[in-house]
């Protein structure tokens, strides 16, 4: 699939400290401060301590990688990448 022209709904953050079931509140005020005017909203955890937020609007695949740069320098987050849909919406 071309990803040129996708739009991304979804990034993956794994920090670097293991979170419990559902990330801590300083470390999503932490993503939002440094995503805006981009709203950055927990959707779920999976694998290996990562979870995954939504983002609003929906990035191009430029934006959201741009966006997972700068979310991977922050202290707290091992990387963040996106999260590229299978299909196109």
Known sequence: MQTENLFIH???????????AMPSAELLA???S???PIVVTYSHSI???AFVV?????LTRHEAEALAQRLSELE??????????????
């Not at 987050?77 to 849909?85: C, H, I």
Request: aromatic fraction near 8%; hydrophobic fraction near 35%; avoid cysteine.
């Open 10 to 20: 979804q990034l993956i953050i794994k920090p670097v400290v293991n979170e419990t």
């Open 30 to 32: 932490g993503l939002q």
């Open 34 to 36: 440094a995503a805006l």
């Open 47 to 49: 694998s290996l301590g």
């Open 54 to 58: 939504t983002l609003s609007p929906a």
């Open 76 to 89: 707290q987050v091992e990387y963040a990448e996106p999260d590229y849909p299978r299909y196109q919406r």
